[in-house]
């Protein structure tokens, strides 16, 4: 599973996605799994996740995230590069909350 964006009207927007390959009826090569909505607000909701984990959404789970995920992800959206060192280029700066 990996972090994917999307931009459109001007904003970006962060999904969780899986690669499956090719589909039939699509050229797309990746499933989003779960959309955590635009990038600014994902992060907030993740910070919060973070601090209260059992606020974490049943559905990631249900997928086998969990906390070390979502470091993760915080860490690639706030710094722009993802474990693997691929550029993740968002519009957010790092922040505290």
């Known amino acids: 599973m990996y972090l994917s964006q999307v931009k459109s009207n ?3 927007y962060i999904y969780l996605c899986v690669y ?7 050229t797309r090569k990746e499933k989003r799994v779960y959309s955590f909505g635009e990038t600014k607000k994902a992060l907030i909701k993740m ?15 249900n997928l086998g995230c969990g906390m070390e995920n979502l470091e993760e992800w915080i ?7 993802t474990k693997t060192g ?3 280029k968002t519009n957010v700066k790092r ?3």
């Open 10 to 12: 001007g904003k970006q």
């Open 20 to 26: 499956v390959g090719t589909q039939e009826y699509s």
């Open 47 to 61: 910070k919060r996740w973070k601090r209260k984990f059992n606020e974490f959404p049943n559905e990631l789970l």
């Open 75 to 81: 860490r690639t959206i706030e710094t722009g590069i």
């Open 86 to 88: 691929r550029i993740f």
């Open 95 to 97: 922040a505290v909350f």
